[in-house]
């Protein structure tokens, strides 16, 4: 076996999110040979979707450090580590973080030894696949979650001719938890319900009044509404009307409540999962948990659900008050990378072997080479750089925020205040506003 498959492994995650992070942290988790010793560093993006602390407690996976970052003191970070590099580097961003980290770490690693660079998807992909892919080339592996997914990446890479031989198909790295066995008692039905998705109030109000109604009309059952956030909490994307305010005046039947938590906690109880297009589907299928993809707003791109078309998964809220039990296809299930089968513990075996090759490549790793450059997309690339306070070329341009000292008291207060003035203006002024341009 190659020594890079039982040293001690040292891996960096950046994350941008609550999601993100777990997303990084447990792939770093399945790349890593069984048994290894693994030290994990976690690094926080400074941003809107910076976790909180009880974001990260609920997500619950440890860290050996952890500490927030912008992206000019992470590159700072990475390359005073240049002596002693990190093994593996999962960047857990949204597609302009990536592409932005990709050439300031080609800056930044120069000369010298550098880590396996890794990055990926959180869920299902089903919005901006050619840009999101584009601005994630570059790195040594980009994951696919499933089959499906891989054959997209690798179509887009070659459609524009960049090399697709870093796209890896692997799993989603929070699959897991004992499979359904039969119902509880009391019978439950989930819905987890998403940030962004749908945007608008009425159709917001709209689930929620079709939840309490299920809810009335089924006393017997126990009708949970699984929330990612708390009001003024920001995860992947904005949730701009949080279910929690819209329930309020609804008096809901006692039977039904709202939850937080881990999903699979959540899940451990759930006999029916409903959602319009959330990940927590594919976790409830792995287990094998009857679960429903609604129709209710119909089957459309900009809800995701259409990524389901096929599944057996789809119905309505009417179908649902019915009594439908829905009945997943198996061979839709075994495309999306669902191992309902038991094969979900070899999932990420390629990924590893081809980190512990690259890994043990003489001569170390080339520099990193992403499609995106002053030369392919001069109208493009340096925007998305200068967002994170970088040139054209990767280096940290000037003025940019100082990457070898901590915000003094004043400027941590002020940096407080203007997230919650973000997310004030996100929740309560973004609305009105909104309504206003409707009149």
Known sequence: MPASATKSLRIAVLADSDTRWKWGALTAQRLTPTGADVRLDGYLLRGRATPTARQLREVGVRADSLSEVTGVQFLRAMSDSAEEPYDILVLALVGGGVQAMLHGLRNAWASGRRP????????????????GLLLRHGADLVLANSAHDADRFRAVYEGVGADASAVTEVALPFLGGAAYTGEHEPYTVVFAAQPSVPDSRRDRTYLLNRLIEHARRHPEREVLLKLRSKPGEHTTHIEEL????????????????????HMGEVLDRTDLLVTISSTAALEALHRRIPTVVLTDLGVREVLGNHHFTGSGCLASWDQLDAGHRP???????????????????????????????????????????PYYTPETAPGYLPGILAR?????????????????????????????AARGAYRHGVQRVAPVIRRMGEL
Do not use: C
């Not at 990926?120 to 840009?131: F, N, P, Q, S």
């Not at 280096?395 to 941590?412: C, H, M, T, Y």
């Open 388 to 416: 994170h306070h970088l040139g054209p070329d990767g280096a940290p341009l000037p003025g940019a925020p100082a990457a070898d000292k901590e915000p003094g008291p004043v400027r941590q207060i002020v940096r407080r």
């Open 116 to 131: 396996v660079v890794v990055t990926g998807y959180v869920g299902v992909v089903y919005e901006k696949l050619a840009d």
């Open 242 to 261: 949080p279910y929690q305010k819209l329930v309020q005046g609804m008096a809901p039947p006692a039977n039904f409540r709202l939850v937080y938590g």
């Open 327 to 369: 009945a997943v296809d198996p061979q839709w299930l075994a495309r999306q990378g669902v191992s309902a089968d038991g094969s979900y513990g070899t999932a990420f075996d390629t990924a590893r072997e081809r980190i512990t090759k690259l890994l043990d490549r003489s001569g170390g790793l080339p520099p990193l080479n």
